[in-house]
């Protein structure tokens, strides 16, 4: 069955570390790869996506993601978040008329 | 500028009373979507539309129904037959072929049942 892990729930960091979130999926053939950002109250943004080629994206507002086949993982990074980062974040994979999402990751910011 | 009008924002209703929220777009987008969020779940698919008068299920259709008699609008009904209607729905729409699957979302539209 397709589906979509994001195995934190919750993560906090400090304002200007770094940052990974996870996700792992489950899919028949490569999927294009996406992920989304949602402020509270909002509709969901796009970050960045991942189709084809290179297995490193760069997305928008300094992020990126890197897809590794053999761990059916494309886990998103920032070098260095900022306060306005906080933000509830999903992973979702599929193609054609049909996209999955997680269940997402909420990031919490320390100053 | 081009994007996705839901309304309205919030929405509170009775018990056994059906509604209606809106999904505009200006996008010239074919399909178009509905998703229900609820904490910690995601997003669930409920209905998806690829072309004017044809739509489909999504993974949790029942006790909604959604119309789309043009290609900018994609109406979506909570009926009396939901049995936990309070969510937050969100429409979005996308191209069909090169490019299909990034999504546009609108900015939601939240639905309480008092």
């Known amino acids: 069955a397709q589906s979509v892990t994001q195995p934190d729930i919750h993560i906090t960091v400090s304002e200007g570390a770094s940052l990974e979130l996870r996700c792992n999926y489950s899919?028949?053939?490569?999927?294009?790869l996406f992920w989304y950002v949602q402020s509270p109250g909002q509709g969901l943004q796009l970050l960045l996506k991942y189709f084809s080629g290179d297995t490193l994206v760069q997305g928008i507002k300094g992020f990126e993601a890197e897809f590794k086949r053999s761990q059916s993982s494309f886990n998103l990074r920032k070098p260095s978040v900022h306060w306005s980062d906080a933000a509830e974040y999903f992973c979702a994979v599929g193609r054609d008329d049909k996209i999955i999402f997680g269940k997402g990751t909420r990031l919490h910011i320390l100053p | 500028d081009g994007g996705i009008t839901q309304s309205p924002k919030y929405l509170f209703r009775k018990e056994g009373q059906n509604v209606t929220l809106s999904c505009e777009q200006n996008?010239?987008?074919?399909?178009m979507y509905w998703y229900r969020q609820d904490p910690g779940q995601g997003l669930r698919l409920i209905y998806y539309s690829q072309i004017v008068n044809d739509f489909q299920k999504g993974d949790i259709a029942e006790g909604y129904s959604v119309s789309r008699e043009k290609k900018e609008s994609f109406p979506l009904t909570v009926t009396s037959a939901q049995k936990n209607p309070t969510a937050f729905y969100l429409c979005?729409?996308?191209?069909?072929?090169?490019?299909?699957?990034?999504?546009?979302f609108g900015a939601g539209s939240r639905l309480t049942v008092l």
């Open positions: 899919y028949g053939a490569t999927p294009y």
């Open positions: 996008l010239n987008h074919d399909a």
């Open positions: 979005a729409s996308s191209r069909v072929g090169s490019g299909a699957n990034v999504l546009t």
